[in-house]
């Protein structure tokens, strides 16, 4: 049986101390112009020194016409420089594997937000999206590449490509959303190029110790959940990935589509070879026994979020007693200040139900 706290080598980079990753979750922190705020810093610092093997940002968006959200963490300019070099000395410092996500909305962007209408791989009328040029596709995949060159510039371990929860990387891997008609549309292997020849670029252009992760989501947002686990299995044994973060809301349950209901979601992944590439998932890992039952169905790590926003030493907690449970829900305002929640972030947390306990 595999311990939740042992180490965890990775191709490219410093091992993962444990088997604890911290999710990419959005906060809301950030300065208007993308610059890391002292609330962020704050958020991120805490959770590297309570004990994650793997501290990684919120989505930082790689264009400006690509931001998702308020007070989005930003790696488009250099402006951005100084506080992501701060912030990557301080989780090094703490012995946590450092990495930046790397993220453009697409269509997802909110047009009062980028100021313009948002652009998707081809028009999209529910989101009010119009369909991106082939030199707006260049400058998006260079953006990313860009991005991840500035995060080693800033001192990052590595960094991890947003293909999942239906942004642009996803519209891209989308047969639903991807009506292109030119060599990053069509088959299968035209709507997987966009974010193939990215993991070719980065590896190409950032060092031989820049670690490189992926995030894909197998259902909602246009997903085929067969073509995911052909993805994944495809970027497992490319030898260029050092781990794959699958997002999948409930780690255990069964699929959506009825047709792939002989196993659970988790299921569907961790039987593929994986080569030298780790496996972890998100959904719904909020007790010790879920991660370690995680852990015991295939997966290499655990990917955090609730309940690291509860504990910013969720991992620290769950070594010194592998029973602890965190605070129930909803939980008051003033612990989440203490667990390093600024103002944006627990306004932010308000809007999950009941998350926060309403005041009197």
């Not at 080693?152 to 929860?165: D, I, K, N, R, S």
Request: hydrophobic letters at 40%.
């Amino acid at each position: 049986m595999t311990s939740l706290h042992s180490p965890l080598p990775l191709a490219h980079g410093p091992a993962m101390k444990n088997r604890f990753m911290l999710a990419p979750l959005t906060n809301s922190q950030s300065h208007a112009d993308g610059t890391l705020s002292d609330d962020e810093f704050r958020w991120l610092t805490m959770r590297a020194e309570g004990g994650f093997g793997l501290t990684m940002t919120c989505a930082a968006h790689v264009q400006a016409v690509g931001q998702g959200f308020p007070g989005q963490l930003g790696i488009f300019d250099d402006k951005h420089l100084p506080g992501l070099s701060r912030l990557a000395e301080a989780i090094n410092k703490t012995g946590s594997h450092s990495v930046v996500q790397l993220h453009h909305a697409g269509m997802r962007s909110p047009k009062e937000l980028i100021g313009e209408t948002p652009h998707c791989p081809s028009e999209n009328t529910e989101f009010g999206a119009r369909a991106m040029s082939g030199d707006e596709v260049r400058r998006s995949f260079d953006a990313f590449v860009a991005g991840a060159k500035r995060a080693e510039t800033a001192g990052f371990h590595g960094v991890e490509l947003h293909g999942a929860h239906g942004y642009l990387i996803g519209q891209f891997l989308s047969a639903e959303v991807n009506q292109r008609d030119d060599e990053y549309g069509g088959p299968y292997e035209n709507r997987v190029k966009f974010l193939k020849e990215m993991v070719d670029a980065v590896r190409a252009e950032c060092g031989k110790d820049f670690s490189l992760g992926v995030r894909l989501s197998p259902e909602r947002f246009g997903m085929d959940l067969m073509e995911i686990r052909r993805l994944a299995g495809e970027l497992m044994v490319s030898g260029k990935l050092d781990y794959l973060d699958m997002s999948l809301w409930d780690a255990f349950k069964l699929p959506v589509d009825e047709a792939h209901q002989s196993r659970s979601l988790l299921g569907w992944f961790t039987d593929l070879p994986r080569g030298d590439c780790r496996l972890g998932a998100a959904g719904k890992l909020t007790t010790g026994a879920a991660c370690q039952k995680a852990l015991d169905d295939g997966l290499d790590f655990v990917v955090i979020g609730r309940s690291a926003i509860l504990h910013h030493d969720f991992p620290k907690k769950l070594e010194a007693d592998p029973d602890f449970t965190p605070i129930a829900l909803p939980v008051p305002e003033e612990h989440l200040r203490q667990e390093g929640l600024g103002d944006a972030f627990v306004s932010y947390m308000k809007t999950w139900k009941g998350f926060v306990q309403e005041s009197a």
